[in-house]
């Protein structure tokens, strides 16, 4: 690999500057502002007692997150999906990817009759926004969760955890495969795969993508070793973060 | 694998029956009723000569795809998302990926300044119509390119495509990697995976999920050895419809 | 009457050919895919034991239908009504006149709090889509009823059905009067009218509207004549298909 | 007939009180406040120079209509569609039957391109809204062709009309047939018909509906007998209020 | 002052010709057409046993209002609110202004567990829609109130009002503070100001807006003078409306 | 006045800590992150060369601004806007009332054809989200305004601005009069007001609001005296963070 191939400078197997303010929001139960070099997000986890009704009564817990990206998040400004009336099928898409990936950790018989809602705001979009989401809503989730065990509303010993989460983006960018796709990357990329891990390195999600050339098994390895490569960093962020 | 694991005595690496019904519409340039066993999902391929306006100008094509269930499609009726006034997630996710399937094998400099929009409407849905979709919309892709060259839309000898495409899906169902999941697997798979492969066995997308359990890169690999296994069959059933 | 007045050959008083695939669905509890000539509908009769909250306990049941278009049913491909967020009047009307058609042979105190959701989806239209659907639909209704019957949500030893109803568009097309029109003389028309007749021969719905040119008494006494006797010929179809 | 049957001691053929109070609008091109009994409804028709875009450069003119009930117009308050964010079927339904039924009357060719816009709100019901608003509407689309003419936005000397238009519902309370149904009435009827007739005594829709019992040939024939003699009448209050 | 100022002829602290037609409505428990000038507004008040489901059990009552204009009120025809799917911010705004102003001088505690919904509608629009709404729409809720109290939905001797509430624009044109201003005023208006004030001369809302020039204090407190002047003649329009 | 009446120990004629980082996103043309207190709102202003169609060809610019709250940004969850599909009454009121303010000291002419988008998304709400915005946007305006010069989009030496422009809240609680209301004093307060000025002390906006309690003439001065004296105090922040 190269050292020069990066605008920014980066090797290819390198991330972005991480960085993830814990409890940045006073009024979520839990909260984290995340980066990843020029990318903000800003995730909360409101924690309500009590289930939607379709799931009442069954004694587990409910987890559901929601995206969205502030207009003028992006170089030039996007219309709020807000005044078009109704949210956009990539809005849709990575709001159901948040989702999934915190559900794959919790454990919901633990959580109890008990919902926790993600918001994942981006503030400042520069590529990877989805994959920053998810490991800040993991640090906002765990907060929450806390939250719920001291007031009583998990009647557990610990909270209901199975493993961390966290994610990155890889991509080939003239056939080369690299990690943690700035914007400038991402819209060369020939092919683009966001991967979720569990803190213990098993897959939660894994999503590729040929923009523009599909891609063959040996390109799809080397995608995947550096995925989870970079996720063992990110979950070190995690632990430190959350103080553990 | 054992031959007695499925509900329908498939083995664990076979397709359910597959039939392609092209050209069952009088009215689009291009259409297949494909079936995956139960599923059943009529493609049509609308060729448009010009392109939308922001696309105007760069002498390029562009193709889209838009999914749909029959209301009555699935074993309980569930609402239309035209009462309900908006398109749910799991339809844009859908309609984006069949979009992305089909756009990664056509030129879009030899389609020239035309549109096409590919219709996957679910008749009946028994699992893994996504897949099926894809199938089935590559050969009423293919027929709506042939129109287009015969009237002299596209000035080009050949029709401008690099490759075919297919998908099946593949999943763990209590621990075993299968092949095209009916509905009965899939809602109690682990980890459910949809792929999408060219002709030529390159990857186009891979969507894996891990439903109840996060899996390891082994499982990882018997999926991906099951779903390119398939699609070289899918591949000769296209083939076939399309009489070459 | 000229026999070479029409484009596809047929006498003013002729019907084009009609079939009725009953049970066509594996879902639904009644189902047909019926065709008058090149217009297909799929309709299916969704049963379900209860009625909406506004309805309950008052002993009766409740029929209702939508109606719906494939985007690339017609010759040129319409927006789809999810995408456009609204449902257009054209829709409700028709949805309107099927519902109501169907209630007018159903004893509803016999069906007891039971609902029937009627879905009849155009996939291929050519003029008479709506007549269509509705004597299709009477077919997929009879099943549904027989099978609440024999689940015993109904609890009566017959089908609460009064009569049987079937319909057809009549219209006057270059001053002569035409039993059910396709899609090249609809268009033409100056006066179009849809009937919608009760096996015993009863009116249920006589929607006339001057296209182009109002119409009088003698004019529309003609019209009639030719709409009662193709649902005599329609009930004989829907008869045979229900095989009785 | 009976002259004690109806609540209000009509006899079975006699309309309610009709008035019509024209150019009751400052602003509009043309309008009327029309009442039938209770019912009133205020009809503007407003003058556009130009066509849709879709219409243009056929040398053709266009005449539409809208139909709304304000909130408290009928007994018990209803949500606004405005609220709602949707049109329902009803509301859609009669907007284009009074559409239809003026332009049948209108010379297209001869109004040149200019757009009439109709707006029918109610503004009291007590049944008949829609028969109302297609007899006030005439009135109001009458000053406003007259209006374009005198600004010669209409090349013609005569005002581009064919004929005048107006409407009545007929229906069958307790087997007997009655012209004109107030509210309490219309409620009750076994079939209801809304019959819209020009001037000369031709028909421009007939649209009955069999709300609790189907209705044979000669029930048919008595209720056109009272539209007709009920639209004559009606033809008589415009032309008084247009002071021919 | 000068007496040439205003198109009208009328003086700067002179309100135009007020009318206000009260029980306008068959329908409605309470109801006013009121005129300032060529402003026409119908106003009608909906009383309704119980409160919604957020509310109750607090022993308290709810008084909501909406605000519509009919498209053709203006001098070029608006698009309709119900077909364009949305509420605009102005109707938004005007909506809940009014029913602010309403609930000022309710004393909801007396009024118990009812809701009053009041419509206020405009016909006609020259300026000055919403404070002639506010006016109007007070007297329609007196007589609903009266209604409730007849009905004993209120359980008092007295109906629930601690005050009267009128409101009347006043504006700066070319400079000079003026009264009531009718549309031609209000769209050259610097400063234009919407005043709500009780019966006993407290304010109920001040909303003042620098449209073309930020305005001083001593400005604003000759507009409050002009506001403060009308308002005491249109509360003695409301009492000779009301009969008392 | 009293030290002692406010929760957090402030004076009643005193502004809660403000802050001011200028240029917060790397992404738009200007940006200010405002706090009030606890209250935190990121204005950006988007700077577009040209105007929308309806205003092209008048050689006048173009400023507007929308307002919306994170959903996690108050004490309990608050549903997306975007997911109920429909912008409250509330966002439009304050959007627009951000649009007026700002626009009150743009010198149109001076700015040319070219549009300013002003996006102010409250991060964290206690009360007084409006005003804070008012005055942050400002920051971000003069950004984006010296940006255009810079780019030569505006074709003048000095920034089109005739003013600065802030914002306060004032209210009435329990009688006493008092400045910029956290969210606890403003849900007690009688009467609430929002002040607009200017730099130079001119009023642009003054609404008013009895929450509970009508207010009279010398209430409504003690108010306007406070906020006058707190938009002073402001404007002085303004011009420090633009470093004049």
Known sequence: MSDTLRADGRTTDQLREV??????????????????????????????NG??????????????AEYSMLPRSTNSRMDRESVKGKIGGR??????LIGRSLRAV????????????IDCDVLQADGGTRTAAITG?????ADALEWGREKRFIGQKAV???????AVSVGIVKGEPMLDLAYVEDVRAETDMNVVVT??????EVQGTAEAA???????????????????????????????
Chains 1, 2, 3, 4, 5, 6 share one sequence.
């Open 106 to 117: 919790v454990d919901m018989k633990a959580l109890g009759e008990n919902t926790i809602v």
């Open 214 to 244: 599909p891609f063959d098994r040996s390109e799809l390895d080397s995608l995947l070793d550096l995925a989870l490569a970079g996720t063992v960093t990110l979950t070190e962020f995690q632990t430190t973060a959350l103080g553990r």
């Open 51 to 64: 289930v939607p009704r379709w799931m009442a009564g069954k004694g587990k817990g409910w987890v559901t």
């Open 137 to 141: 809503a993991y640090v906002a989730l």
């Open 160 to 166: 209901p955890l199975l493993d961390s989460v966290s």
């Open 91 to 96: 809005t849709h898409e990575i709001s159901r």
């Open 19 to 48: 960085t993830i303010e814990r409890g940045w929001s006073d009024q979520a139960e839990g909260s984290a502002l995340i980066s990843y070099g020029r990318t903000k997000v800003l995730c909360t986890a409101s924690f309500t």
């Open 199 to 204: 803190g213990r390195g098993l897959f939660v």
